[in-house]
Every structure is written in C-alpha cells, then in structure tokens.
C-alpha cells in the first residue's frame, strides 16, 4: 500500500506540473485573440476560464504530489535504468509508432491527396499495425468505409468540405 501511493505521488507531482504548464499555455493562447467589443464577448474569454480551471487544478494536484513525497519518488524513478527500460519497452515503441503514423497522416498526407484516400491509408496503417483484425482485407473494407461516411457525413450533412 505504501509502495502505491508512493508511486501515485510522483505522479500526481508530474501531471499536476504539466497541467499547470498547459493551463498557463491556454490562457496565454486565448488571451492574445482579438477582442471586439468587451473581453466578456471576445473568443478568448471562455478558454481563459477552462486554462485557468486547469492551472488551478494542476496545481491542486503538483501540491498533493509534492506532500506525499512525490520529489523523492521522482528521483528513485528517474534513474538511468528505469529510462532505458521505459525507452526501450514495447508499449513505448508502440505509442511512439502510432504517433509518427499520426504525423505522418496530418503533416504529409491530409491537404495533399483527398481526404478519403489520406484516411483511409491511416486508418489501414493503424489497423494492421495493431493486428485489429484477422484478415487484411477486413480493415481495408472498414477504413474506407469509415472514410467515406465521415467525408460525406461533414459534406452533405454539415456543409463542410474535407477536401
């Protein structure tokens, strides 16, 4: 039991310190669109608020890891050993593989070839790579089938072009 929230306060230590991070980057963003008329009716006012919530709870969290001994955890975790282990692992291979497939997908194939044809590369890609189904075939038929109804789904029904 000790052990775990030993664990949980290191944790909370680092995601509180990345919320606030990320709270302070929204309301940075959202503080530098334009306003209007009143800051009350600007773009900006209502992610402030959200960035603010964030921060503020982020903090929260930072303090709570940082009561329950989350530096002296941090330091036990953050050895050489623990991240070669963590880097070389195969779940972080994985993350890191799905998300230069996701870069991929959004900087080089999206706005250069048609939206049905970039997503439905994607989503094939994701789906063999992951083994999501026993034939190959299968994720071909559901990602341009997925590709297709989301492509007319924002064009006929919402007006928006993917293209």
Known sequence: MQERKKRNAAKDLASGVLLVFFGIYIIVDALNLKVYNTFIDAPGFFPTIVGSVIAILG??????????GGVREMKEVLNGQFLREFITSDGTLRVVALIVMMVIYIWVLLGRIHFIAATSIYLIGNFLYLKANKHWWVSVIIAVATSAIIFYTFKLGFGISML
């Not at 903090?59 to 329950?68: T, Y």
């Open 59 to 68: 903090g929260i969290l930072a303090f709570i890891g940082l009561k329950l």
